[in-house]
C-alpha cells in the first residue's frame, strides 16, 4: 500500500515536472520540439489519472489487484517513455534521474 502511494506521488511530480519543463519554455535544457513530444506521450499515456488511481484505490485500503493493474499499465507507458527519453538523451537527459526513479519503485513491485 504504502508502495503503491509512493509511485503515486512519484508519478505526479513526473507528470508536472514535464509540463513545468513545457509551460516554462526550457529551451536551455531541453529541445522545444522534443519536449513538447515528452509531453504529448504523458498526456496520451495519461499519467495523472494512473497517478490518481494508485492514490484513489490505495489511500485507506490494500487493493492488490487494481494496484497490480495499473502497475502494469503505468510500466507500459514508462517503457515507451524511457525509449523516447533515451533516443533524444542529448535533449532530455533532465528528466532521466526522476524516470529512473519511478522505474525502481516499479521493479519493487512483484513481477506481473
Same mark, same amino acid.
Given at each position: ?5 509512493? *509511485?503515486? /506521488? ?5 507528470n508536472? &515536472?514535464?509540463?513545468?519543463? &513545457? ?5 536551455? *535544457? %531541453? ?9 504529448? *506521450?504523458? /498526456?496520451? &499515456?495519461?499519467?495523472?489519472?494512473? +497517478?490518481d488511481?494508485? $492514490? ?5 485500503? $490494500?487493493?492488490e489487484?487494481?494496484?497490480y ?7 507500459? +507507458? #514508462?517503457?515507451?517513455? %524511457? @525509449? &523516447?527519453? @533515451? ?15 519511478? @522505474?525502481?519503485?516499479?521493479? %519493487?513491485?512483484?513481477? #506481473?
Amino acid at each position: 500500500m504504502e508502495k503503491a502511494k509512493l *509511485l503515486a /506521488e512519484n508519478i505526479r511530480g513526473f507528470n508536472d &515536472y514535464v509540463h513545468k519543463s &513545457y509551460q516554462e519554455k526550457n529551451v536551455h *535544457l %531541453s529541445d522545444p520540439e522534443k519536449l513538447f513530444r515528452l509531453k504529448l *506521450l504523458v /498526456e496520451e &499515456y495519461k499519467l495523472h489519472i494512473i +497517478a490518481d488511481e494508485l $492514490w484513489r484505490i490505495n489511500r485507506f485500503t $490494500w487493493d492488490e489487484k487494481v494496484t497490480y493493474l495499473l502497475v502494469h499499465r503505468f510500466k507500459k +507507458a #514508462i517503457t515507451i517513455i %524511457s @525509449e &523516447y527519453i @533515451e533516443n533524444n538523451y542529448e535533449d532530455l537527459f533532465i528528466f532521466t534521474p526522476r524516470l529512473n526513479i519511478l @522505474e525502481s519503485i516499479c521493479d %519493487s513491485f512483484r513481477k #506481473i
